[in-house]
C-alpha cells in the first residue's frame, strides 16, 4: 500500500518511482507524509512481520488474529492520513 501510495505521490510530483520499500518510506518521511514516530512504526510493523524468528508466532491463531488487524488499523490510519492531504489512492 506505501509503495501504491508514492506512486500516486510520485506521480503528481513529476518524480522518478522506485518500486521499493525503503526508499518508500524515506520519501513518505522526508515529504512529512509520515511523522519520525508514524515512520518508526511502519517499519517495526513491517519488520516484525518479516523476521523469520516471528514466523512461528505468525501460525499461532492469536498471534496471527493480532497481525492481521494491527495491519488493517495501520491501512485505515494511513489512508486517512493521506486524505486529509488531499490525496486519493
Keep these: ?12 510530483m513529476g518524480k522518478t518511482v ?8 524515506t520519501f513518505l518521511k522526508n515529504s512529512k507524509f509520515f511523522t519520525e ?15 523469520e524468528g516471528v514466523h512461528p508466532l505468525i501460525a499461532e491463531k492469536e498471534f496471527a488474529r493480532l497481525l492481521r488487524n494491527m495491519v488493517i488499523e495501520y491501512g485505515l490510519m494511513f489512508l486517512t492520513m493521506l486524505e486529509k492531504k488531499g ?3
Design 37 to 51: 514516530q508514524q515512520d518508526k512504526f511502519a517499519r517495526g510493523l513491517y519488520t516484525l512481520l518479516s523476521h
Design 1 to 12: 500500500m506505501n509503495i501504491d501510495a508514492w506512486q500516486a505521490i510520485a506521480k503528481s
Design 87 to 89: 490525496i486519493r489512492i
Design 18 to 25: 522506485v518500486d521499493q520499500w525503503d526508499p518508500t518510506m
